[in-house]
């Protein structure tokens, strides 16, 4: 840093990529700031939303800059991936990402990473030598843009059903389960059992979640089918790997009452394990969750369909009730999971699971603990909006758009097939969305969004409530990171 800045200071330029490394730091240090921070340098929220929007376009500029690319190497590509997640968690999951991701893997490429760990690149490796730190950065990103890719493509939205990264295409192992101090230059054999916590536990969680993602989308149907609702035995047999992955994660990260209170130890010593352990579960949860939604209503009455209702709703309530942990684990790592486009969308989705399933059996036993819950989602939601209005207001002008597609759909006749009623619905949503978008809809406060939810979503049957959630649109973000 100290040369970067003595290079400047003597009108010369500097290596960009150092220069956009130290850029998304800056921007990553702006958007995390505490009120204790800001104190200590004397500044404001406005200033430090500020200093991330300059820092974050000034390192999008270099990336953008064709005229003068920046050199293929590990610094940029950390650089790069590092500046993908911080767009990814304060605007979205919108155009200027999937560049930043694809600028990753063409330079990954021309690095030849994805064949970082063929007998012949391994050999070579020990002929010539190698710095072993640079190797691991390298496993590390790659593996994070893996995972990245896999998770989007069993997260709901448009990128459904679909990922980049091809296991047949790659050979590259899973990052060391180390810390950072015992990576040297010329280290060797580092990598300790999964049953031992280390600061790349909650990463390798995380890329085991990936992995099942890509194996849930391989096994359903194509997206690009009109009749996608996947064999009910194919949802089984994937939610018997998801008990299967429940199960053989390391004690430290079990879940249970008894494993819990087990790691407090663990967790005083190494903080983010807790963080880590909630941000994994909460992942996993979301996407069970999405495996099971097509039963989920029709489980209400079939006795088939049964056990898809109960996990659909048991893994949402966890969602919500996850996410309460978050701020107390993330308050000890400085990390603000309200600031997270990624994580609210699982809020939302799993308050629209459990405002549905209310709405639909008001006189069930625990009906009321299921409102409740809802409410505490819509606690939650509001109170971010001290943390990004932007991303508030994008979850309710979604919200309005569901409204505004299910007020139509509660005068439309009912539907004759599944493919029809995805085609209406999806129909609907396209009509409605500039309506919601361009007639003050924003107006309209949090209490009367849900209560207008409640009131209307009995009018329909399973398959236009499950279509109309499928098409809803959540403001173009995708969980890339959870």
Avoid at 292 to 299: A, I, Q
Wanted: aromatic share 8%.
């Amino acid at each position: 840093m100290e040369e970067t800045y003595e290079i400047m200071a003597t009108g010369n330029v500097p290596d960009m990529a150092n220069l956009m490394l130290f850029l998304v730091i800056f921007a990553g240090g702006s958007l995390a700031w505490s009120s204790q921070l800001l104190e200590r340098l004397n500044t404001t929220q406005a200033e430090a939303s500020a200093a991330f929007t300059a820092y974050s376009r000034l390192a999008l500029s270099i990336v953008e800059d064709d005229a003068h690319p920046v050199a293929a190497s590990t610094i940029a590509l950390a650089s790069i991936s590092i500046l993908s997640h911080l767009v990814t968690n304060s605007d979205g999951f919108g155009l200027k990402v999937h560049m930043l991701r694809m600028r990753c893997l063409l330079m990954m490429r021309e690095l030849k990473i994805n064949s970082l760990d063929t007998p012949a690149s391994s050999e070579e490796r020990r002929l010539k030598g190698c710095n072993m730190i640079e190797i691991e950065v390298q496993r590390r990103i790659w593996w994070s843009m893996v995972a990245s890719d896999w998770l989007i493509g069993f997260s709901g939205g448009h990128h459904e059903g679909a990922y980049i990264y091809q296991p047949r295409h790659m050979q590259v192992n899973y990052p060391a389960n180390t810390d950072d101090e015992f990576i040297t230059p010329t280290a060797t054999d580092i990598d300790l059992p999964s049953s031992v916590p280390t600061a790349m536990s909650g990463f390798l969680f995380r890329v085991r979640t990936a992995k099942l993602c890509r194996e849930i989308v391989d096994a359903m149907p194509s997206v690009l089918l009109d009749d996608n609702k996947a064999d009910y035995h194919v949802v089984l047999a994937m939610d018997a790997k998801f008990q299967t992955l429940f199960k053989e994660l390391p004690w430290f990260l079990q879940l249970d009452p008894e494993n819990v209170e087990k790691s407090k130890e663990i967790v005083t010593q190494r903080p983010w394990i807790a963080f880590g352990r909630i941000s994994g579960h909460f992942s996993l949860h979301s996407r069970l969750c999405r495996l099971h939604r097509p039963y989920h209503l029709e489980g209400m009455t079939n006795p088939k369909y049964a056990y898809s209702h109960e996990v659909c709703i048991r893994s949402a309530q966890t969602v919500l009730e996850l996410r309460r942990q978050m701020d107390e684990a993330g308050a000890k790592i400085d990390i603000r999971p309200s600031r997270f486009w990624t994580v609210m969308q699982h809020v939302f989705v799993a308050a629209l699971v459990l405002a549905t399933d209310v709405s639909f059996s008001p006189d069930a036993p625990d009906a009321e603990a299921r409102k409740a819950k809802v409410l505490m989602a819509y606690q939650i939601l509001e109170s971010s909006k001290q943390e990004s209005s932007t991303l508030v207001e994008s979850i309710q002008r979604n919200l309005q758009i569901l409204m505004s597609a299910l007020q139509k759909q509660r005068v439309q006749p009912p539907r004759e097939s599944t493919a029809s009623s995805a085609v209406s619905s999806g129909a609907i949503h396209d009509a409605f969305r500039d309506e919601a978008l361009g007639s003050g809809l924003m107006e309209v406060d949090w209490d009367q969004l849900w209560t207008e939810f409640l009131a209307v979503a009995p009018d329909l049957d399973a398959q236009q409530w499950n279509s109309l959630l499928d098409d809803v649109d959540l403001g173009g973000f995708h969980p890339a990171l959870f």
